[in-house]
């Protein structure tokens, strides 16, 4: 005898014309829709009859009421934050947080995917910094009850939820453009992260929509670290300063290249243009306060564990979904038209 599917929040949402993320922040109240979208979505759940559960049905019916959290480093400003972040709302709907960090290495991470299948946690969400060469998708997708955060693991086919990077990218480039600059330095991750990817490809796009083939956006590759940012401040210099501005793709970046460049006098906006991404450090507390796009990650965090609670990882297909939040820039002092020095 057969029984009929419990309709999901991603029935809910696909019936409603929105997306999984914005139904879940909808019921849990930290989202206010205009009123035709909720009278939408209020349709949906009363057609579907769904019925929110707080979390046994969803996941592994309860055996241990303890979710996983994935990060590379809880030293990061970033990932502290995101970790702050899940805490808070799994305290919130009564679960408890098995926290791990990784230190970015592969095998690290390959022993914590596998709590899930020794059904200690009930489900994991999992954060990577490095590229991967197919074992760690292979192995998401044998365990399943995992959401990738932030940083994207090719072929695992799970929800994913990241912050829109190709639009942040688009935002720091047209603000660098708007200041005259179609020469800028990329400091970043490599072109296999897709974070690094679609960053640099948002800034490239608006650079050449305003310089056309003027435009010379270029890269200089590493990790998103303090080190990395010193590194690309040295040989900034010892190059002769090749561009008029610098797209640092974290705060941590940022802070490495502002270290060197005060220690050699380099003036930021005066000599270079400098914009960050994340803006989770204090970054307006820098001298001069630095322009970034800023990341909502305390919110990442927050609809990361609403959607491993909300996806029905019974269902016979696999779940592969990709939700995006919005950026923003935060327009400080740090970035200026190209110094008189560069004509």
């Known amino acids: 005898m057969s029984h009929a599917k419990v309709p999901s929040l991603k029935d809910v949402a696909k019936a409603a014309g929105v997306s999984v993320t914005t139904v879940s922040r909808f ?77 970015n290495r592969p095998g690290r991470e390959v022993i914590y995917l596998n709590l899930i299948e020794r059904n200690h946690i009930d489900g994991l969400i999992f954060v990577t910094n490095h590229p991967d060469d197919g074992q760690l998708a292979a192995l998401i997708n044998r365990t399943g009850k995992v959401v990738v955060v932030d940083e994207d693991v090719p072929g695992a086919k799970v929800p994913k939820l990241f912050c829109d990077n190709l639009a942040g990218g688009y935002l720091a480039g047209c603000h660098l453009a708007e200041n005259g600059h179609r020469n800028v330095l990329f400091v970043g991750e490599s072109e296999e992260m897709v974070s690094a990817r679609r960053r640099f490809d948002g800034m490239a796009r608006a650079l050449h929509e305003r310089f056309g083939n003027d435009a010379k956006p270029i890269r200089c590759s590493g990790e998103y670290t ?92 696999p779940i592969a979904s990709e939700e995006l939040l919005p950026v923003k820039i935060v327009v400080r002092q740090s970035v200026a038209p190209p110094s008189t020095m560069y004509e």
């Open 27 to 103: 019921l849990n109240g930290t989202l206010k829709l205009p009123s035709g979208t909720q009278k939408r979505v209020d349709d949906a759940i009363r057609t579907l009859n769904y019925q929110p559960n707080p979390h046994a049905r969803r996941l592994s019916r309860g055996r241990s009421d303890t979710i996983g959290l994935v990060v590379p480093d809880i030293a990061n400003p970033f990932f502290a934050t995101l970790v702050a972040a899940v805490e808070e709302e799994a305290d919130r709907k009564g679960l408890t947080v098995s926290l791990h960090a990784t230190l």
């Open 226 to 317: 303090i080190e990395h940012g010193r590194k690309a401040a040295q040989r900034f210099l010892e190059e002769g300063r090749p561009a008029t501005a610098i797209f640092a793709s974290s705060d941590e970046i940022a802070i490495g290249l502002i270290e060197v460049f005060l220690a050699q006098n380099v003036s930021i906006p005066g000599d270079v243009s400098v914009i960050g991404f994340d803006d989770v450090g204090p970054m307006h507390l820098f001298g001069p306060p630095l322009t970034a796009v800023r990341q909502p990650v305390r919110e990442l965090g927050r609809q990361a564990l609403d959607v491993l609670l909300e996806t029905n990882w019974e269902e016979a297909e």
